[in-house]
């Protein structure tokens, strides 16, 4: 499994931070590589992406890909709708 995270955002249309992320799950030590697949898995991520966001403006905003068996997801979640030990995983990669 190969997760691609692309994320932008920013305060009042300013953009904060711009992040570009790649990881081969496979790559990973056994542990993280459990973590990465439970959080990533395609229809966990479907569930994040239907929640409401409620109010998201001024959030930042995950572009993630996952690419498994040769066949790619893709997901647009606010930060709002992503958990925050999924918000730790994305940072520990």
């Known amino acids: ?3 691609e995270i692309a994320a932008q955002g920013g305060f ?3 953009t904060a931070a711009n992040l570009c ?7 990973q030590p056994e542990q993280m590589r459990q973590e990465l697949s439970e959080a990533f ?4 991520l479907a569930r994040l992406a239907r929640q409401p966001c409620g109010n998201c403006a001024d959030r ?8 498994e068996d ?3 997801h893709s997901f647009t979640l606010r930060e709002q ?3 925050p030990e999924m ?7």
């Open 1 to 3: 499994m190969i997760i």
């Open 41 to 44: 898995e395609p229809d966990e």
């Open 81 to 83: 709708q992503i958990p």
């Open 12 to 14: 009042g249309g300013v």
């Open 60 to 67: 930042m905003t995950y572009r993630i890909t996952v690419t």
């Open 87 to 93: 918000l730790d995983l994305i940072d520990q990669m």
């Open 21 to 27: 992320k790649t990881i081969d799950v496979s790559d």
């Open 70 to 72: 040769r066949q790619s």
